[in-house]
């Protein structure tokens, strides 16, 4: 079975950073893209930020982009959000994803990520 679990959300002040994982286990995550979303609460889930299977960066949602940067480590199949500059609206559960048929309907608790003074 697919396992994923999401780490590292915490709460910090505005202006401050955080970097998040996804560990995968039971799949090998290579050879596929992979996203990160996110759910403010009370609102819907919206994506954030998308890296293809090679690494490279391929889509970051506006409001976040040049603050946020998303990694992976294939060797060790995680992925990794670093965030910086955060604002009060990045409040939310963060969660990631794996762009497999074979694995795409697998999801993780997701991590809290919580941004206040």
């Known amino acids: 079975d697919v396992q994923i679990v999401e780490s590292g959300g915490g709460l910090v002040q505005p202006g401050g950073s955080l970097r998040i994982s996804c560990a995968v286990s039971g799949f090998e995550i290579r050879m596929y893209a992979m996203k990160w979303f996110r759910r403010p609460p009370g609102a819907e889930r919206e994506l954030v930020a998308t890296?293809?299977?090679?690494?490279?960066?391929?889509y970051y949602k506006d409001s976040v982009y040049g603050r946020f940067t998303v990694s992976r480590d294939n060797d060790r199949n995680e992925m990794y959000l670093q965030m910086t500059d955060l604002k009060p609206e990045d409040s939310a559960t963060y969660y990631c994803?794996?762009?497999?048929?074979?694995?795409?309907?697998?999801w993780g608790e997701g991590t809290l990520v919580a941004v206040s003074s």
């Open positions: 890296i293809d299977s090679h690494g490279a960066p391929t």
């Open positions: 994803n794996i762009q497999s048929v074979f694995a795409i309907n697998s």
